[in-house]
T-cell receptor, first 113, second 114 residues
Framework: TQLLEQSPQFLSIQEGENLTVYCNSSSVFSSLQWYRQEPGEGPVLLVT?????EVKKLKRLTFQFGDARKDSSLHITAAQPGDTGLYLC?????????????FGQGTELSVKP | GAVVSQHPSWVICKSGTSVKIECRSLDFQATTMFWYRQFPKQSLMLMATSNEGSKATYEQGVEKDKFLINHASLTLSTLTVTSAHPEDSSFYIC??????????FGPGTRLTVL
């Protein structure tokens, strides 16, 4: 059973298009992180959201945490080839099991020029 | 931001040998570090939680005798893959948790077992 469902798992779009990645769960998270990973490298933290309903912006990236803290989304405006990579959401359970993160399946994004 | 290093970044070894991978938190102390395994184009799979000064906690299905973890200081955890076989070939990533529960990831180690 996947505790954090991430979708879509693959996304191929043209430069300039917008996209949204979703992470959904039936569990409540105390916080949720979004990471971006390039091939052969470790994930790099983009943002952490902790408050229900919170919206954070990072240039063309907008992150939202659901009111009930069970879901989150990442929206990219006017995608660029440099946005290509694997995007991962990861949540810390409300009763944190030693700090473990629950990872979504990942979204492989390809932005074509 | 916080920096986590891993060494080596890649290693090739013969079947049956043991390989040690180091994970260091460079600018913060981490009482807890995590070891993950990742297959191409897939998400991270947690192998074990490394706790400074105590035994590691392994996830279900991970052999503790094969993947030895030592967390001897607040800035260093090691993962030793013992008697490695080709099926152990993978990308191994560590992370270190800071005082506000944010995890920072190392750059990963590509292990190839011939």
């Amino acid at each position: 059973t996947q505790l954090l469902e991430q979708s879509p798992q693959f996304l191929s779009i043209q430069e300039g298009e917008n996209l949204t990645v979703y992470c959904n769960s039936s569990s409540v998270f105390s916080s949720l992180q979004w990471y971006r990973q390039e091939p052969g490298e470790g994930p790099v933290l983009l943002v952490t959201v902790v408050t229900g309903g919170e919206v954070k912006k990072l240039k063309r990236l907008t992150f939202q945490f659901g009111d009930a803290r069970k879901d989150s989304s990442l929206h990219i405006t006017a995608a660029q080839p440099g946005d290509t990579g694997l995007y991962l959401c990861a949540g810390a359970r409300i009763y944190n099991q030693g700090g473990k993160l629950i990872f979504g399946q990942g979204t492989e994004l390809s932005v074509k020029p | 931001g916080a920096v986590v290093s891993q060494h080596p970044s890649w290693v090739i070894c013969k079947s049956g040998t043991s390989v040690k991978i180091e994970c260091r938190s460079l600018d913060f102390q981490a009482t807890t570090m995590f070891w993950y395994r990742q297959f191409p184009k897939q998400s991270l799979m947690l192998m074990a939680t490394s706790n400074e000064g105590s035994k590691a906690t392994y996830e279900q299905g991970v052999e503790k005798d094969k993947f030895l973890i030592n967390h001897a200081s607040l800035t260093l955890s090691t993962l030793t893959v013992t008697s490695a076989h080709p099926e152990d070939s993978s990308f191994y990533i560590c992370s270190a948790r800071d005082q506000v529960d944010t995890q920072y990831f190392g750059p990963g180690t590509r292990l190839t077992v011939l």
